[in-house]
């Protein structure tokens, strides 16, 4: 009977060490899961906004507002730009204009009034400007709010030419060739030019032109006439009869002094188209 009872226990204490892994497992799966659940509901609770942190009626309305008004603000700055006359045209300032009459000017820019500044094409009023017989240079620029301002460089006379018997007058013509006014009799104190044809798109009108325009002044005062046959062969007659032979409009400054040299000389040509060979011609 002892070896009986004493095998009994025993196996009632190995099925317990047995069964205790089992209920330790499970005590931690059952935790698990607790865990997990506890983490989603953590989450869940953070993803869902604060009642602190939701924005409140006043705010979104005044939010809204600000944006109707930066809108509107937009909106009426281009129409006071762009459509409105408060900055339109109301005044045409012309400034360098010294033959040429100024109401003239504004005739020929034809400025609208009224017309928004900012839709004004001064690039139309600067070709309409520039396209008159007297002006040489134009710009045009806004001043703010209400002025357009042109300002002009006129042509400066280097010569004239007479079309003679039969033609319609005494012409000024300026450093460029170009003729951009008639006058009713021959000016004092510019030279003559004395060519089959006179006009800006002529090269033998260019060439001369150009030489009258880089000679010194004090030999330009002399010069009472101005001839050539081709670009290179440019030459005028002094006031005392004298004649020149310039060639074309390079070696200026090297041409004056020679010439000023042979001058002292007796002679009738001067030759000074190679100012290295000048010669002097009786």
């Known amino acids: 009977m002892s070896p009986t009872r004493e095998r009994r226990p025993q196996s009632a204490a190995s099925s317990a060490e047995d069964d205790a892994p089992d209920r330790a497992t499970l005590a931690r799966q059952r935790r698990g899961r607790r865990s997990e659940e506890e983490r989603r509901r953590t989450r869940a609770a953070a993803a869902r906004p604060s009642p602190r942190n939701r924005p409140n009626r006043q705010v979104e309305i005044r939010r809204r507002w600000v944006a109707l008004l930066s809108v509107l603000t937009v909106v009426a700055l281009v129409y006071l730009l762009f459509f409105s006359s408060m900055l339109g045209v109301q005044d045409v300032a012309v400034n360098g204009a010294r033959t040429v009459p100024v109401d003239q000017i504004r005739t020929v820019a034809a400025v609208p009034a009224d017309k928004p500044m900012l839709r004004l094409s001064t690039d139309d009023i600067r070709d309409r400007v520039a396209a008159m017989p007297g002006i040489a240079t134009v710009e045009v620029s806004r001043s703010w709010p209400n002025t357009v301002e042109i300002t002009v460089t006129e042509r400066t006379a280097i010569a004239f030419f007479d079309s003679g018997p039969g033609g319609d007058g005494v012409h000024l013509v300026d450093g460029g060739g170009v003729v951009f006014k008639t006058v009713p009799a021959r000016p004092v104190g510019l030279p003559e030019l004395k060519l089959p044809k006179v006009s ?21 005062k002399q010069v009472t006439t101005a001839t050539a046959k081709t670009p290179a062969s440019v030459e005028f ?9 310039w060639g074309t409009a390079e070696q200026t400054d090297r041409k004056a002094k020679v010439l000023a040299a042979l001058l002292t000389q007796d002679g009738k040509v001067y030759d000074v188209a190679a100012p290295e060979l000048p010669t002097i011609t009786s």
């Open 200 to 220: 800006a798109d002529d090269p033998v009108t260019r060439a001369v032109t150009a030489v009258l325009g880089v000679i010194p002044e004090q030999l330009l």
């Open 237 to 245: 007659t002094l006031g005392n009869g004298k004649i020149v032979r």
